[in-house]
């Protein structure tokens, strides 16, 4: 499989919501944030550690990335080309793929689900903190 290195500075970001998906990619050493964009807000969504991969999901089901990843330090990426991870596949059972595919379906809806409810959960906080505020 080839693969390369490359170095993220502190705020660069690897790719941004909605870019394709052409790599996968390993954390070597750093962090990166997860960050996705509701309404005009863009939300952190989760963390990315050394050793730690990222991008797999739009990799392995062809779609666009759900959400941005920004480097939080300055990283050390190992970028997996999609023709490296796809050659690797080819050359699997055809169920191999189509559980792959039906897994990652299930994760990106559960994704979803959980992004809209944290920033619901952000928003009630902050209608919470208002009122209490106004009851001063």
Partial sequence: ???????????????REGD????????????????KQFDL?????????ASQIIGEMGLLDNS???????????????VIPKESLTEYLNIQPA????FIESIMGR???TNERLAEALVEMKKNSKSKATNNIQNI
């Fill in 1 to 15: 499989m080839s693969v390369k290195t490359i170095q993220l500075k502190e705020g660069s970001f690897l790719f």
């Fill in 20 to 35: 394709s998906s052409d790599a996968a990619y390993i954390v070597e050493s750093g962090a990166l944030k997860i960050l």
């Fill in 41 to 49: 807000n863009i939300q952190e969504i989760g963390r990315v550690q």
């Fill in 64 to 78: 666009p990335r759900s959400a941005g990843a920004q480097a939080e330090v300055d990283s050390t990426i190992i």
């Fill in 95 to 98: 169920w191999v793929k189509a």
């Fill in 107 to 109: 994760l990106r809806a």
